[in-house]
């Protein structure tokens, strides 16, 4: 059920993060495996890394808010099919209201709903070729949770939830599924100076009820199942990861 043999997939901002751990898990699976970044250099430093731990991928390089077309086209000249898109870019500014301009509110939308939607679009003559298309966003429990001064990346990441709700509606008929996953807090290397503060840790320990971040490893399993036949019939959820974070009163 969670086999992924004779698939292809795409993953945006695979390079680094929880797009890396997510592309290494459907490799794993037996996907054959493009990732995404803006740097060439640095993908090619991370394929290298992997093909050392005994995990195949290739690279596409290219910035998604300009580069859509151009990614796909060197992605699946690699696989020569997509059956997966996981969109795992997203970029933050953590300004108030009073300090963000409408002109950078909307740069932050650009980034991470925008050209979700533009990779979405251009993905779907490919995706819909395949058997069973999988189309997955990363959002975030800023999608449904707010937290004060941060109202671009909120706003973001809440647009990206309802999107993948109407493209569900929208291309279920084509046999392709569109769902996401929203992280909770994550020990990833962009946040490790703030999983090591103590000061964090009272937080934490109230807020989370496992008492601890998330282990960036343990996003990869959500994105294989959305990816898998064992999710043939879920369609327009945000799965959230979070350790019980957003349920907590």
């Not at 059956?83 to 650009?110: K, Q, Y």
């Amino acid at each position: 059920m969670f086999d992924l043999n004779g698939k292809t997939a795409l993953v945006t901002g695979g390079g680094r993060g929880l797009g890396l751990e997510m592309a290494k898990a459907l490799a794993r699976a037996g996907a054959w495996t493009v990732i995404n970044g803006r740097n060439l250099d640095t993908l090619e430093e991370t394929r290298a890394r992997l093909a050392d731990d005994g995990v195949t991928v290739a690279v596409a390089p290219g910035d998604i808010t300009r580069d859509v077309e151009a990614i796909l086209v060197d992605a699946t000249a690699k696989t020569g099919a997509l059956d997966i898109l996981i969109h795992a870019v997203g970029e933050r500014d953590r300004r108030s209201t009073e300090a963000m301009e409408p002109s950078e509110f909307a740069a932050l939308l650009n980034t991470d709903l925008t050209a979700a939607y533009a990779m979405a679009k251009a993905a779907l003559p490919y995706l819909k070729q395949s058997a069973a298309g999988r189309l997955i966003f990363v959002t975030s429990i800023a999608a449904f949770a707010a937290r004060a001064g941060d109202p671009a990346y909120t706003a973001a990441k809440g647009g990206l939830s309802a999107l993948t709700r109407s493209l569900a509606v929208e291309l279920g008929a084509d046999n392709l599924t569109v769902n996401a996953i929203a992280p909770g807090w994550f020990a990833t290397e962009t946040n490790a100076h703030l999983a090591a503060d103590p000061a964090l840790k009272a937080f934490v320990d109230v807020r989370i009820p496992l008492k601890r971040w998330g282990r960036p490893e343990e996003i990869a399993p959500a994105a294989v199942f959305l990816a898998s036949p064992a999710a043939s019939f879920v369609n327009g959820i945000t799965l959230t990861v979070d350790g019980g974070m957003t349920v907590q009163m």
